[in-house]
């Protein structure tokens, strides 16, 4: 599994964009997160993708040939810190309610919403914890699950920043006419 | 300034250095061919889009500069599409233009409305719709700066009726190119580079792999150099020939699957490849498990992404083809591989015994033999553009480019019905050029249709129909690797000659060797487009041959006495 964070421009097409090039590399997508960032024109994905090294290369370099994406980069060898959220609901009865607030509040999760028959269990943190949630109350019956898939940061002063704007392109330009 | 969307468009077109438009119209663009009428540029009406894609990328490759092809919105669109990849797959920068229904109805089905932007997004190196008509101009800007910077490749500008129809302040100076902001990569990692230069100084025996990606950044002097200090034998794929000249000694020929024999067995004995502008195709390789063994790998490439996607190479030198070797070259050292060289030449052992150059004439007309006439007659000067199959690799073996465009082929996407239209478009970038269409007669059907343009536009250019009655390439196949069951490969055509004839343009057929060059004289001194189809051995096969997937060493060759392995009639 590999993990790579993109930069992309904030607009319509570029998520097809993204998980089109995937599909046409046969490389399977486990999960994708796309969010704004502290600039609204930019967006930010977590990819998190069934691939070696040198598929997570290949997609890589050609993420960042898409016209939209500012920067991809393949951050699975870094110190990362990871974090996923799910929202729970399973199913709670007046017996077995006291047991399972024990298990929430083990796994630091809440109690989002409280009805006679279910509850929805908030809970964030890496994969694995979730996963461990979710396998202790699957006896309780899970009614309904969802998932942000990941988002992913490197940790401490190891940045990944978008390229800051600048005058692109019109330098460029004399290259293009119509004689070489 | 106030002008439509549609004025913009052609203003922009203008301004940006464009003459020719290869296009066809339609409901959806109809603002832009009636602002085109007021304007300078010219259009040329094809007879199907999918030429109107060839001639912009026969133009392009011939220039190295943009072609521009226009469609209507739906049909006219999809019609490109084949074009499009075919300039993908080849990095050709070329400009598509469609119209689209109007934005109010977008998505609705509209009659002729079809999402071009997503079908061809995979196959475009970017596309886009413009909705407004004061997007025009840098949205045009944009697409041509796309087109022809780094790898170049087709980009689509899809806009729609009501944009081309509303007006706007054109304002060329302010309509500049608004890319995103891109991360700047440091490709050039100094240990990489000292490990590449001491891998170039240190090898004995080294070969370089020459591909398109040196045309592309205009290297040709620089690579010239380059070889030339370090004296390294050069092979080519079928894209980069010309890039490097024929007829200098270190040139060895093409490579690969029906590459020559002793350049794919010194790939093989090779302990350095320097590839540079090239993506070690799998035609290029042949069995990957199998590909140079005891080779160092140095990779010289723009495209970050080919580096190690079919061979892990042990220095990637990421960058245009012209300033890596720029930066390398003060550090090669002059280098004697005389030894290596002459062992190379050793290898072509039989080759010119083998080669059906070295055939008595027996009464029958081989392809080659025709190729490599025209080679002669036209001194090596002529672009000749060619289709896919038989005929294209006898062309890349028989007919010697010295100078770079000079072979414009489609090589990634392989596609059949190339040629004529492509010709077309390369005479309109290069109007002083003797251009020839070396073409089958399978792929000659495809696209036939465009001779009605050529007549139109009063154009002169050689059309050589290399006329074997089959689909050669699949019906070779068919001989060597399924037992000679010729399944839908025989294949009927028209009389090219009376059909030529028909369209108004003279027509010739020959069947005999000695009236090959006569005819090619003559074809050549006539002012106005010939067309002669070359009636030639039926069962000709092109040798040597990787079979797919085999590895490199593993070649079929050429009988010893093709006189009767070929001679047969069906």
């Known amino acids: 599994m590999?993990?790579?964070?993109?930069?992309?421009?904030?607009?319509?097409?570029?998520?097809?964009?993204?998980?089109?090039?995937?599909?046409?590399?046969?490389?399977?997508?486990?999960?994708?997160?796309?969010?704004?960032?502290?600039?609204?024109?930019?967006?930010?994905?977590?990819?998190?993708?069934?691939?070696?090294?040198?598929?997570?290369?290949?997609?890589?370099?050609?993420?960042?040939?898409?016209?939209?994406v500012l920067v991809a980069e393949n951050i699975s060898t870094r110190a990362l810190l990871e974090r996923d959220l799910a929202l729970i609901k399973v199913s709670a009865d007046q017996q077995n309610r006291p047991h399972l607030m024990e298990l929430i509040k083990v796994f630091r999760a809440r109690v989002v919403d409280v009805a006679p028959e279910s509850l929805i269990i908030e809970v964030s943190g890496a994969v694995d914890k979730i996963d461990g949630l979710l396998e202790v109350l699957r006896p309780f019956g899970v009614l309904e699950m969802a998932r942000t898939g990941r988002i992913s940061m490197t940790r401490g002063g190891d940045l990944l920043q978008p390229p800051v704007e600048e005058s692109s392109g019109s330098e460029l330009e004399s290259t293009v006419s119509n004689v070489k | 300034m106030k002008l439509t969307g549609a004025e913009i468009l052609c203003e922009s077109l203008t301004r940006l250095g464009v003459r020719e438009i290869f296009g066809y119209p339609g409901g959806a663009i109809l603002p832009v061919y009636d602002a085109l009428g007021k304007s300078k540029l010219h259009h040329v009406l094809v007879r199907h889009e999918q030429g109107a894609t060839h001639m912009a990328d026969g133009y392009a490759r011939a220039s190295g500069g943009i072609g521009v092809a226009m469609a209507t919105s739906g049909p006219g669109a999809t019609n490109m599409v084949t074009g499009i990849a075919t300039a993908m797959l080849d990095s050709s920068p070329v400009v598509c233009i469609t119209g689209q229904v109007s934005s109010k109805v977008l998505g609705s089905d509209a009659f002729q409305e079809i999402d071009i932007t997503g079908i061809t997004m995979p196959i475009t190196k970017h596309n886009v719709v413009v909705t407004k008509a004061e997007d025009v101009a840098r949205t045009l800007r944009e697409a041509f700066l796309i087109a022809n910077s780094g790898r170049p490749g087709p980009v689509l500008v899809d806009i729609t009726k009501d944009a081309q129809q509303a007006s706007a302040e054109f304002n060329w100076e302010s309509s500049v190119p608004h890319l995103p902001p891109?991360?700047?990569?440091?490709?050039?990692?100094?240990?990489?580079?000292?490990?590449?230069?001491?891998?170039?100084?240190?090898?004995?025996?080294?070969?370089?792999?020459?591909?398109?990606?040196?045309?592309?950044?205009?290297?040709?002097?620089?690579?010239?150099?380059?070889?030339?200090?370090?004296?390294?034998?050069?092979?080519?794929?079928?894209?980069?020939?010309?890039?490097?000249?024929?007829?200098?000694?270190?040139?060895?020929?093409?490579?690969?699957?029906?590459?020559?024999?002793?350049?794919?067995?010194?790939?093989?004995?090779?302990?350095?490849?320097?590839?540079?502008?090239?993506?070690?195709?799998?035609?290029?390789?042949?069995?990957?498990r199998t590909y140079a063994k005891s080779a160092r790998k140095i990779h010289i490439e723009i495209d970050r992404a080919e580096i190690n996607k079919n061979v892990k190479v042990d220095a990637a030198l990421v960058g245009d083809a012209r300033e890596v070797l720029e930066r390398l070259m003060p550090h090669i050292q002059t280098c004697d591989h005389s030894a290596w060289i002459r062992h190379v030449a050793?290898?072509?052992?039989?080759?010119?015994?083998?080669?059906?150059?070295?055939?008595?004439?027996?009464?029958?007309?081989?392809?080659?033999?025709?190729?490599?006439?025209?080679?002669?007659?036209?001194?090596?000067?002529?672009?000749?553009?060619?289709d896919v199959g038989q005929h294209q690799m006898w062309e890349a073996q028989y007919y010697h480019h010295n100078r770079p465009r000079t072979l414009i082929t489609s090589g990634g996407l392989g596609t059949m019905g190339f040629a004529l239209p492509a010709a077309i478009g390369a005479k309109f970038a290069k109007p002083d050029s003797e251009v020839w269409v070396v073409v089958g007669d399978g792929g000659f059907q495809m696209t036939m249709s465009e001779l009605a343009t050529i007549v139109q536009e009063k154009i002169n250019i050689k059309i050589a129909i290399i006329n074997?009655?089959?689909?050669?390439?699949?019906?070779?196949?068919?001989?060597?690797?399924?037992?000679?069951?010729?399944?839908?490969?025989?294949?009927?055509?028209?009389?090219?000659?009376?059909?030529?004839?028909?369209?108004?343009?003279?027509?010739?057929?020959?069947?005999?060797?000695?009236?090959?060059?006569?005819?090619?004289?003559?074809?050549?001194?006539?002012?106005?487009?010939?067309?002669?189809?070359?009636?030639?051995?039926?069962?000709?096969?092109?040798?040597?041959?990787?079979?797919?997937?085999?590895?490199?060493?593993?070649?079929?060759?050429?009988?010893?006495?093709?006189?009767?392995?070929?001679?047969?009639?069906?």
Not at chain 2, 245 to 272: C, K, R, S
Not at chain 2, 474 to 480: D, H, I, L, N
């Open chain 2, 182 to 288: 891109k991360r700047r990569r440091n490709n050039h990692d100094q240990a990489e580079f000292d490990r590449a230069i001491e891998m170039l100084n240190t090898a004995k025996r080294p070969i370089i792999l020459a591909g398109h990606g040196i045309m592309v950044s205009g290297a040709m002097r620089a690579f010239e150099q380059f070889v030339r200090t370090g004296n390294y034998p050069v092979a080519m794929t079928l894209l980069g020939i010309g890039c490097f000249p024929a007829d200098n000694a270190l040139n060895l020929g093409m490579m690969g699957m029906h590459g020559e024999a002793w350049v794919n067995n010194a790939i093989q004995e090779a302990d350095l490849l320097i590839a540079v502008g090239m993506r070690f195709d799998d035609r290029v390789t042949g069995d990957l």
């Open chain 1, 2 to 68: 590999q993990t790579l964070v993109a930069y992309v421009e904030n607009k319509p097409g570029v998520l097809n964009r993204v998980s089109s090039l995937a599909r046409r590399l046969a490389i399977n997508i486990d999960s994708l997160t796309v969010g704004p960032t502290e600039n609204e024109a930019i967006a930010r994905m977590t990819i998190v993708a069934h691939t070696d090294e040198r598929g997570a290369h290949r997609l890589e370099a050609s993420l960042e040939k898409l016209v939209d």
């Open chain 2, 468 to 570: 074997n009655g089959f689909l050669g390439m699949v019906r070779q196949w068919q001989e060597f690797f399924y037992d000679k069951r010729y399944v839908a490969t025989p294949l009927v055509a028209p009389d090219f000659a009376a059909l030529a004839n028909a369209f108004g343009i003279r027509g010739e057929r020959i069947t005999k060797r000695a009236e090959v060059i006569p005819t090619i004289r003559s074809a050549r001194e006539s002012a106005e487009t010939v067309l002669i189809d070359f009636r030639v051995e039926q069962e000709d096969s092109v040798y040597p041959m990787v079979a797919a997937g085999a590895s490199l060493s593993d070649m079929i060759r050429r009988p010893n006495s093709p006189l009767v392995e070929t001679a047969t009639e069906p």
């Open chain 2, 346 to 386: 050793e290898l072509k052992g039989d080759s010119a015994v083998r080669d059906i150059q070295s055939l008595p004439d027996n009464g029958h007309l081989y392809a080659a033999h025709v190729i490599n006439d025209i080679w002669k007659e036209t001194r090596g000067e002529a672009i000749v553009v060619t």
